[in-house]
């Protein structure tokens, strides 16, 4: 575990339950009724290496610099990352012009389009990258296919950071697509097409809206750029919504990945509820259930499910079982930026 995540883990709330709750599980009991006795853990979930080296680089620029610090936009989509963050003397913006000429800025893990660095650089900011490595990667292979003459297919969630800065590497060339039913709707094109994708779909989604390109465009070079972490969170969340009567996925609603989580979940035909912590849990959830499976999207820290943990043995689980399906060892170089020492 880095230092990074040990210290968002340290911040888990003690929780009790309240009175109404252990009245309700008493009745439930007395009823017969089923209570959660079995919680399954999804292996992997929560931070991605992505993540880490993001908040690891705003962390040692709080600790390191006087605030404020500023950040564009969220530097990962989580409410309490952002918070605990906000509440140190980091201020997150929207928009360069909002920034003092020669402050420090951090460009979040989602990426940035190239005239958001130029605006940055006209304004004298000091930058450190924070983007996440593998949507840099994206962002590479938009630009050079824009240069060498092909026309680019974006696939990904209008609106969202990481769409909106892919995007902005070639505006004039990409076209943003959702679903499949989106491709029926576009040209013939004489010329050659690249696709490429958001880092954060979901996977079985995305096969069909590939698939719907190439029946179209049958020489379409094609880059698959889910990531290897929302990958391997898609594939553990299936493997405990397959034996779960209700499956749990903590995240922020503006997390594309946490969503997505959901969404495979209930397509395994269970319950299934985003919540971005314990708060937001109605016990109602939990009646008639017996296995609850949790997970938590690349952005959460784990303190954010230890309450949930606490809360379900509390109301009777006797036995957590981590269902593993990946080992991640995946780790990334920190900004270049902090090992020089300075912005660019
Ligand atoms: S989800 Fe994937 S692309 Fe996004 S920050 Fe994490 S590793 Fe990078």
Redesign the pocket.
């Known amino acids: 575990m880095t230092a990074i995540q040990s210290r968002f883990e340290r911040g888990g709330a003690a929780h009790s339950l309240p009175p109404t709750a252990t009245a309700r599980i008493e009745r439930l009991r007395g009823e017969r009724m089923l209570v959660p006795h079995t919680l399954l853990l999804a292996e992997p979930r929560g931070f ?4 880490v080296r993001a908040i690891d680089a705003l962390d040692r620029l709080l600790a390191s610099e006087p605030p404020p610090i500023y950040a564009f936009h969220e530097i990962v989509h989580n409410r309490y990352v952002v918070d605990r963050f906000r509440s140190r003397g980091a201020i997150f913006v929207n928009s360069i012009a909002e920034v003092p000429e020669g402050a420090r800025i951090v460009l979040s ?1 989602h990426g940035v389009a190239p005239a958001v660095v130029e605006q940055a650089r006209q304004r004298r900011l000091r930058i450190v990258d924070a983007t ?1 490595p ?2 840099t990667k994206v962002h590479l292979e938009t630009r050079k296919a824009a240069r060498d003459g092909f026309e680019i297919l974006l696939v990904g969630h209008r609106g969202h950071d990481e769409i909106v800065g892919t995007a902005g590497e070639a505006p004039a060339r990409t076209t943003v697509l959702e679903t499949p039913d989106e491709v029926a709707a576009l040209p013939r094109r004489a010329g050659p097409v690249f696709v490429v994708t958001q ?2 779909l979901s996977v079985d989604d995305t096969a069909k809206t590939i698939s719907a390109i190439r029946d179209r465009y049958p020489d379409a070079q094609v880059r698959n750029d889910i ?1 290897y ?2 990958t391997n969170r898609q594939a553990a969340v299936r493997a405990i919504a397959e034996r779960a009567d209700l499956v749990l996925v903590v995240g922020s609603p503006n997390s594309s ?1 946490t969503v997505r989580l959901r969404e495979v979940a209930a397509s395994a035909g269970k319950p299934a509820y985003r919540v971005d912590g314990l708060e937001e849990i109605d016990p109602a959830w939990y009646e008639g259930v017996g296995v609850v499976g949790l997970t938590a999207g ?1 952005s959460v820290p784990d303190a954010l499910l230890e309450p949930i943990i606490a809360d379900l043995r509390a109301r009777g689980v006797t036995r957590v079982e981590p269902v593993v399906v990946a080992s991640e060892t995946m780790e990334f170089n920190p900004p270049v930026e902090l090992d020089a020492g300075g912005g660019r």
């Open positions: 991605c290496a992505g993540v893990a996440c593998l949507v880092t954060t990531c972490a929302t990945n690349a």
